[in-house]
């Protein structure tokens, strides 16, 4: 597509999306005052560098605001449950409260890849998406977040890394004028409890802070026992002096969150799915006692410790300072800082496609049979039954096992990171330019381990430990082929560590031509280097089983590869604001960026050659209204993605297989969000996304037993992308904005769980409610009521079948990740 039609489409589309919406705003503007608060005043400060103060409605980008009182309504259980309502971002939060994945306008890339997550205008972590280890997993929302500001795409890339999705921006609260805090008690039907604090105000001439959380909850999938479990505290000072200010503060996070893996599904002729017998697939979860507590074979024979009960479990301490100061009349000097120190291991169970037990039994009997003299047949017994046998035509109401996977990867990081800016604003031939140079340096220290067996297990929630035995025909057990339900120890390997340094140079202008038009640049050079060390792999027989489960142990070989290597890129933005009237704008920018590697691409193979700089092109379009009954957002956007790597591990014959494809992306769309407020009674918040999500060239040659195949998934739909989807949450206010109200229907279309486009997930959509009552000025209580009809819908596949070509596509069985079963919860806030 040339860049004058991709103009062309982008104009018109969005035109024609918003005058429809529009025209019937613009003619109701006699109605009464809103309830709902206007959000087009807030002050942005993500994604630019400027001295002077820029409104929503001033901005050259899209940007979405979630407020402290938005927050409370929706009560999000997650970071990534709070971005549910981003447009552009397709947001899969059924995995917990860590390791979640989001998509933004297309791009197909996992977790937080192409989205940086930050804090106060610092990141999180450097590379929100560092493999294993999500930025989500280090950052909890609590009640010392104020608000939070969400770029899409736009300018992100400019000022930060690792950013062409966009950027998150979590805000916290700052102490003020006035001692003054809050206290929030929350319970829920699911065994939750969960108390939130904040205190802040004066204390001299300095403004204190302390607050954070404490919660644990079984989780609405209920393995048996606390599933989450910690907190975080965090503690700020600050304050300000002449010609500037200096703010300090310290989080410190210890928790464990459940991670939810996929749950078995029925699949019908059509690919619809429903509940697999004998297990609940909106509240039901694989682990449970017997797998929890499982304790598999390091290479010494000694139990590796492994505790997929603790789930995502993570220990950080975060240190950040800012500061800014005028150094001369004008000329400002700003720098921001932050130092973490985190040892996160993500722990969990994997399933695999399920399959009948008799096929398992079939698929060893020959060869047991021949190797066990006496033995006249294979079973399968419980590990912790040994007398019981696995009923192979109806077990459980469904006659399945699994092979899953109990895994973990351990992630220790020690990084710094600074951006410092000199901003100055001046004029010149009566026009104004709001200018900032930057630099941001980042250095990491990482280590990485990873160990993972696979076990055998029944399909029923809270799934209990298979063994196959070899039988004489008196049924006495002759032969035990797996090691109390372990059948293959060692199953993955990965030891590395590592170093990199990252530093940028950055320049905006914000060029204010008249009093309606403003035109902003930037450019950004960006330079990173690793030096990392990585130990190969070595299959081994550790002979210390009779079994079969340590025959082919994988392990370190004792040799390791080391790598020391640099690459750097630069990108720029150009957007231009124009203001139509009061209360009316449009934007445009093109921006042309990269992504480049990270050391996560050599933590485990030090020795890898394919890693290299991913480019892009992103282009939107937008147009802005506020008047008294509606804020309305509305923008078209493109995005072509260069050289992705897409693929990933796949599960075959006990063994994880990496797969991947070099290929590109293109996608056309369009977006919008708003609030309606046509009495103050009543509001209509909104937003929704359409887009075409395609891979460009997409061609490569398979290699089988039968010769090499042809693929070519050129034009087809990006993996786990829908084009459609949808939120809206009508509100009422009563007695006085004393009582309010929310319905919350969220719609998602149907989307493909590989790139073959075989293995469809079908669209859904979600019910939820809230209820705010203000017993007092200080005393208000909240209820919650989330997937409100049990809706079955799956966010996710199985990646283990394959995310290029599915195995489980056209099975009758097999393995999905659906959104979370109906849970409530009720709150009680008190101020003081």
């Not at 938005?70 to 999000?76: F, K, Q, S, V, Y």
């Not at 990585?534 to 081994?540: G, I, K």
């Not at 009061?582 to 992504?595: L, N, P, Y």
Request: no cysteine; aromatic share 12%; hydrophobic share 35%.
């Amino acid at each position: 597509m040339s860049k004058h039609t991709l103009a062309r489409r982008l104009g018109a589309t969005a035109l024609l999306f918003t005058t429809a919406l529009v025209s019937p705003a613009l003619a109701a503007d006699g109605a009464a005052d809103a309830a709902a608060p206007s959000t087009i005043d807030e002050i942005i400060v993500t994604a630019r560098a400027g001295s002077e103060a820029r409104t929503r409605l001033d901005t050259s980008y899209a940007v979405t605001t979630v407020n402290e009182e938005t927050l409370r309504m929706r009560a999000p259980m997650s970071v990534a449950d709070a971005l549910k309502s981003v447009p552009g971002f397709w947001v899969e939060a059924s995995g917990g409260e860590a390791s979640a994945n989001i998509r933004a306008r297309g791009i197909p890339q996992e977790g937080f890849a192409s989205v940086a997550l930050y804090e106060d205008g610092v990141p999180v972590q450097h590379d929100s998406g560092l493999g294993w280890m999500n930025a989500d997993q280090s950052f909890r929302i609590d009640e010392t977040i104020q608000r939070i500001e969400v770029v899409r795409g736009g300018p992100s890339s400019i000022f930060a890394s690792y950013a062409p999705g966009g950027t998150v921006n979590f805000i916290s609260r700052k102490g003020g004028d006035v001692m003054e805090g809050l206290v929030k008690v929350q319970a829920g039907d699911y065994g939750m409890a969960r108390v939130d604090g904040w205190v802040g105000g004066p204390i001299g001439d300095w403004r204190v802070g302390v607050g954070g959380f404490y919660r644990e909850s079984d989780g609405i999938r209920d393995p048996g026992y606390k599933g989450d479990k910690g907190g975080q505290i965090r503690v700020s000072v600050g304050r300000d002096f002449e010609r500037g200010s200096f703010d300090f503060n310290i989080r410190h996070m210890d928790d464990n969150a459940i991670f939810y893996t996929g749950v078995p599904l029925k699949f019908d002729a059509n690919g619809k799915p429903s509940e697999a017998p004998g297990f609940d697939a909106l509240t039901g979860i694989w682990i449970g006692p017997e797998t929890s507590g499982l304790r598999p074979m390091g290479r010494n024979g000694q139990p590796f410790d492994l505790n997929v009960k603790s789930g995502t479990d993570a220990k950080l301490t975060a240190y950040t300072a800012e500061f800014d100061y005028e150094f001369a009349e004008g000329w400002t000097f700003d720098n921001s800082m932050r130092y973490r120190t985190s040892e996160i291991a993500r722990q969990g169970l994997f399933p695999n496609t399920p399959l009948l037990g008799s096929a398992r039994l079939s698929s060893v009997r020959s060869a047991i049979l021949a190797a066990v003299p006496g033995a006249t047949d294979v079973q399968l017994r419980y590990v912790t039954t040994p007398t019981q046998i696995f009923n192979t035509t109806n077990q459980n109401g469904n006659a399945l096992v699994s092979d899953g996977s109990i895994r973990q990867v351990s992630v220790t990081l020690d990084e710094f990171v600074n951006d410092a800016r000199v901003l100055h604003k001046f004029d010149f031939g009566g026009q104004t330019h709001d200018v900032a140079l930057g630099f941001y340096i980042a250095r990491g220290e990482e280590t990485f381990d990873r160990y993972s067996a696979n076990t055998l297990l029944d399909v029923r929630e809270q799934a209990r430990l298979l063994d196959i035995v070899a039988v004489n025909a008196a049924g006495n057990v002759l032969y035990k082929a797996t090691d109390n339900g372990f059948t293959r120890y060692g199953a993955e390997f990965a030891d590395g560590e590592g170093k990199s340094t990252t530093y940028a140079f950055y320049l905006s202008d914000e060029w204010q031509v008249n009093d309606k038009l403003r035109i902003d640049g930037g450019v950004r050079w960006e330079k990173v280097n690793f030096k990392a060390t990585s130990q190969r792999t070595a299959t081994v027989n550790l002979g210390l089983s009779p079994t079969q489960a340590d025959d082919t142990f994988l392990t370190g070989s004792g040799v390791f590869d080391t790598v020391d290597r640099s690459f750097d890129d630069w990108g720029w933005t150009l957007g231009a604001d124009y203001r139509l009237a009061e209360g009316q704008g449009v934007f445009a920018r093109w921006t042309s960026t990269f992504r480049l590697p990270s050391l996560g691409d050599y933590i485990t193979n030090a020795a890898n050659t394919s890693p290299y700089i991913q480019t892009m092109d992103l282009a939107e379009l937008g147009y802005k209204l506020s008047i008294p009954t509606l804020d309305l957002y509305a923008t078209g956007f493109y995005t072509a993605y260069d050289s992705l790597s897409f693929g990933g591990l796949q599960f075959v014959n006990g063994s994880y297989v990496n797969q991947t494809v070099i290929t590109d992306t293109e996608t056309l769309g369009v977006e919008i969000e708003g609030t309606w407020r046509p009495h103050p009674m009543f509001d209509l918040q909104f937003s929704g996304t359409y887009q075409d999500p395609q891979f460009g060239d997409y061609i490569y040659f398979e290699t089988t037993g039968t010769g090499t195949t042809k693929r070519d998934f050129t034009g087809n739909r990006l993996v786990r992308v829908p084009k459609t989807s949808a939120r809206l949450t009508p509100g009422v206010n009563l007695m006085g904005d004393r009582f309010r109200a929310e319905l919350d229907f969220q719609y998602f279309g149907d989307r493909f769980g590989d790139a073959a486009n075989t293995q469809k997930l079908p669209s859904y959509h979600l019910f939820n409610a809230s209820v705010r009552f203000n017993v007092t000025d200080k005393l208000t209580v909240y209820g919650y009521g989330t997937n409100l009809t049990n809706e079955l819908g799956l966010t996710e596949g199985n990646p283990r079948a394959g995310a290029i070509i599915s195995s489980e596509s056209g099975s009758l069985y097999g393995v999905g990740r659906p959104e979370l079963g109906r849970a409530f919860r009720a709150a009680v806030m008190y101020r003081f």
